[in-house]
Each structure stands twice: as C-alpha cells, then as structure tokens.
C-alpha cells in the first residue's frame, strides 16, 4: 500500500483537460511544497513532468500544471494528447525519517 | 545530456545479496545527490535510499536494515548492495539524479531528475 493516494485510472478524449490528484497527509503533501510529478509510459523510465508542486523543468510543455490545496496534490494536463496516455505518480517529501514517498500511480487513458 | 546506466545481474538466490551499479556520464557527478528507487512488477514506485559524493547516505526506513549505498567519485558510480533478498525484492531498479540544494538557502531538493532505463532484478532460486 502506497503512501500517497492516487485513482487507480482515469480517462478523457483528446483536446479535454484532466486533473489527477495525490491524497496525502498533514506530515506529508501538506506540510511541504515538494511534491513531484512523473509519466511513465509502458518499459520505459519515469519522466519528471512538476517538482515542488507546479514547477516545470526546461522541455516539459505548459499544458502540464501543478498545484495544490491542503494535503491533496493535482496534476492537471489541458489539451490532451494520445502521447499523454501513461501512468502517472506523484512523490513528496515527508520529513525526517520518511524522506520520501511515491503515491500507487494513475494510468491516463486518452480515449 | 545526463545519462545514467545500471548494471548488475539479472538473478539472484533467495537470501543472497543484490548488486548493482550505476554509471553516471555527468561532468558535475560530485555536485549531486545519487537515488535509488525500484518499481515491482505491476506495481508503483519505490525510493531506496541516496547517497551525496561524500558518501553522506539516506534509506528509507523500511528497508535501512538490509541496504547500503556507496560511491565511487574516480568513476562517476554509485552502488546499491540489498542483502537478504527475497521474492518481494523482484523489480525494476531504477537510478536517478536528484539535485543539489538551492545555494541561497540551503533548501534540500527532493525530486528525480534524470533516471536510468532501469534493470530488472529476478530473486528466485
């Protein structure tokens, strides 16, 4: 069982948005803003898409945001493309003697 | 462009130890933080533990116990040894690059920036 919670899927039809969330706790997501995101497409490595909650790194596009409210986490993608279908995970720091936690993933059906 | 490769092999007994090594082609290799993290077959993502160029370390309290991260600076590697293994240490082995902290405040970095393409550990007899 992961640390942080994610939906199992989610699906939406090219061009629409989604957002995936990330339920965390008061010792995790919600007291730090270091909560990062990464796609996974099938055999292949994960990929940083957000770090510290709604930065993006250099070459990742803007349709990808990142924020963050209380101990739950959002990734949301706008204007979806069949590129994007892949799992998605999130990760947060959670302090001394945790370090660092990886929520189960949700894999994005792009319809 | 940052690449990183792990090596090491594919199988190992029950109760055995795990090796493997990754090798970094990064001039800065000494300016970074070192991760290990592993995915299970059809499962999610696992953090092991990092290692800085001094050798300072950090595992995840869970499998602390039975891991150990080393460097080696002269060849840009770093090494992940699991002792005790069982089959639910059957997984892909990833290593990452995690960033050094922010110069202005010291803030240490927690996210993964470069990985591996992984290798796949087998623990079976």
């Known amino acids: 069982q992961s640390a942080l919670t994610q939906a199992a899927s989610v699906s939406a039809s090219p061009g629409q948005s989604i957002t995936i969330s990330c339920s965390g706790t008061?010792?995790?997501?919600?007291?730090?803003?270091?909560v990062s995101w990464y796609q996974q497409h099938p055999g292949k490595a994960p990929k940083l898409m957000i770090y510290?909650?709604?930065k993006r790194p250099s070459g990742i596009y803007n349709r990808f945001s990142g924020s963050k409210s209380g101990n739950t986490a959002f990734l949301t993608i706008s204007g979806l493309q069949a590129e994007d279908e892949a799992y998605y995970y999130c990760?947060?720091?959670?302090?001394?003697?945790?370090?660092?936690?990886f929520g189960g993933g949700t894999k994005l059906t792009v319809l | 462009q940052v690449q990183l490769q792990e090596s090491g092999p594919g199988l190992v007994r029950p109760s055995e130890t795990l090796s493997l090594t990754c090798t970094v082609s990064?001039?800065?290799?000494?300016?970074?933080?070192w991760s290990w993290i592993r995915q299970p077959p059809e499962k999610g993502l696992e953090w092991i533990g990092y290692?800085?160029?001094?050798?300072?370390?950090t595992y995840n309290p869970s499998l602390k116990s039975r891991v150990t991260i080393s460097v080696d600076t002269s060849r840009n590697q770093f090494s992940l040894s699991l002792n005790s293994v069982t089959a639910a240490d059957t997984a892909v082995y990833y290593c990452?690059?995690?960033?050094?902290?922010?110069?202005?405040?010291?803030?240490?970095?927690?996210?993964?920036?470069?990985w591996g393409q992984g290798t796949l550990v087998t623990v079976s007899s």
């Open positions: 990064d001039d800065s290799f000494s300016n970074y933080y």
């Open positions: 990452a690059r995690v960033p050094p902290p922010y110069k202005n405040t010291g803030t240490y970095k927690y996210y993964f920036d470069y």
């Open positions: 008061s010792r995790d997501v919600g007291k730090y803003d270091l």
């Open positions: 290692i800085y160029s001094s050798g300072i370390t």
């Open positions: 990760c947060s720091y959670a302090g001394s003697g945790t370090y660092v936690v």
């Open positions: 510290e909650v709604n």
